[in-house]
């Protein structure tokens, strides 16, 4: 079967934002809401969500952090306690100001009670969860104090666009207190760890773990370390992060408790956090022209049945998929679906193509006559439909999905492989990023003047200094000695 035209105008490569619209349209994932900068994700999108939720929530337990809510406002004077991250996080914030609303003479609405102090949309946690573990946190046998939030936060975005940037979004967050600098610190590379085991394995996405430089560290962090992606239109992604807090956040909270030696001393913190950013991610990263493609490990359904009958023929094949459906399903590790809606086969078919559900099997009668199936690859759509003996493809199945999976994850990493550069000279860094883009691993003396100068020329910033990048060079910038290659790229 040859497929002359593409699902998705225009394609990727004649104009990618559009294009990355135009597929969460097709996979019916989520839409623009009438208020400005916030969407309305659909029932697919939310399934999608729900299973990355799924999946990190039983990760994150397992870590030893337990769930909890905090209040969505949050007191002005508790953002002010602690200066650089109040001043981080200024312009993004919405704040509530009055209470109630009463009619004008001509019957509008208008705010009727100014509040005495105003109140702060929740943008990330630290401060309010900050005034519960000052006061749950007495002895050092309290601690570590292990607590994620599922939440949604507001931050007022300039340039909106759906999962990647809106001005309210899903995220979780987790936040802890240790004892020492060292635990904490272990404890922050170690939920680092987790993102990329999630973004990797579940998510089939590669991304590059490191530290964010002093400017693009979180307001108020001793250190932010991150993921890096590189998305189809070779931009960086940042996909997760993860905040050494050192004593900042505890001080301005006063969450402090006696050592194993009597002493009064202050805790020391971290978050880490991911959105429904991820989604973003994950359409930009394996969706092709045809639509959404998901990895089989995320995916709300791994594969969908499509029966193919006339009203004499509609009981025995409805009987035949149903069955191959609970075969398939198993110990209930696998979600399949048989669709019996009264639409054309190829509107069906291409229905879930677009929505990027990993297997799409086709059963009519003839199949059955031989006890045989018709099934798709989502990742190969284009290679056309494979015949298959029954039982061979149940026995198989698993090993299918584990083989899209594999072939998603390996492809997105030959892609990154393709577009990433290490550049020793300023004239072929700047040539690079004027001509085209990817990533470039360049060194860095750690000038932060040299940041600010190619972020205004170039639009590129570092995404990270890179674990394991480690290795004396020459900055080509400077001219002085750099410690390892950072990673600039252009990024969402």
């Known amino acids: 079967m040859i497929i002359e035209r593409s699902a998705i105008n225009p394609r990727r490569d004649q104009d990618y934002p559009e294009w990355y619209q135009q597929v969460i349209r097709a ?34 337990k397992k870590a030893g952090y337990k769930n909890a809510y905090f209040p969505l406002l949050i007191p002005l004077r508790f953002l002010e306690k ?99 600098s060292a635990e904490a610190l272990e404890e922050t590379l170690n939920m680092l760890e987790m993102y990329r085991i999630f973004a990797e394995e579940y998510m089939a996405m590669p991304v590059i773990c490191g530290k964010k430089s002093d400017s693009e560290r979180f307001p108020g962090a001793v250190h932010t370390y991150c ?59 394996h969706s092709d022209d045809d639509g959404l493609v998901l990895p089989p490990k995320l995916a709300p359904l791994q594969g969908v049945i499509l029966p193919i009958f006339n009203e004499s023929s509609k009981a025995a094949v409805l009987e035949y998929c149903t069955a191959l459906k609970r075969e398939l399903e198993g110990d209930g590790e696998i979600s399949m679906e048989v669709d019996e809606r009264d639409l054309r086969g190829g509107e069906k078919f291409w229905s879930y193509v677009k929505k990027g559900v990993p297997v799409v099997i086709e059963i009519g009668m003839r199949d059955i006559g031989m006890n045989s199936l018709c099934f798709s690859r989502r990742d190969a759509i284009r290679a056309g439909k494979q015949q298959c003996e029954r039982n061979a493809f149940v026995a198989t199945f698993r090993a299918l999905l584990d083989d899209i999976q594999v072939k998603l994850y390996a492809r997105a990493m030959k892609y990154r492989d393709e577009n990433t550069l290490s550049i020793d000279s300023e004239a072929e860094f700047f040539a ?45 910038f400077t ?14």
């Open 479 to 492: 001219g002085k000695a750099s410690k390892g290659r950072a990673i600039w790229a252009k990024s969402y």
């Open 82 to 180: 602690e200066a650089e991250h109040v001043k981080g996080f200024a312009k993004e914030c919405a704040v509530v100001t009055h209470s109630r609303l009463q009619a004008d003479g001509n019957g509008h609405l208008i705010p009727a009670s100014p509040l005495e102090e105003a109140l702060v949309v929740r943008p990330t946690s630290e401060t309010i969860i900050g005034e519960s573990f000052a006061k749950w946190v007495k002895s050092y046998r309290d601690l570590p104090l292990k607590i994620n939030q599922w939440a949604n936060v507001v931050r007022w975005e300039m340039r909106p666009r759906l999962f990647l940037r809106t001005t309210e979004f899903l995220w979780q967050e987790g936040h802890s207190v240790h004892s020492s």
């Open 432 to 476: 690079y990023f004027r001509e085209s883009t990817g990533f470039a691993a360049a060194h860095w003396s750690g000038d932060p003047a040299v940041e600010e100068r190619i972020k205004e020329e170039l639009g590129v910033t570092i995404r990270c200094l890179p674990f394991g990048g480690e290795g004396e060079g020459i900055c080509p």
């Open 227 to 285: 993921i890096e992606a590189m998305m189809q239109d070779r931009k960086a992604l940042q996909a997760g992060t993860s905040h050494f807090l050192g004593q900042n956040f505890a001080r301005a909270s006063a969450i402090k408790f006696i050592n194993g030696e009597g002493v009064e001393e202050y805790g020391w913190t971290t978050s880490w956090g991911v959105s429904t950013r991820l989604i973003g991610g994950l359409i930009m990263a």
């Open 27 to 60: 996979a019916d994932l989520a839409e623009a809401s009438s208020v400005r900068g916030c969407m309305v994700i659909k029932p697919w999108g939310y399934a999608l969500w729900e299973s990355m939720q799924k999946i990190f929530d039983k990760m994150i």
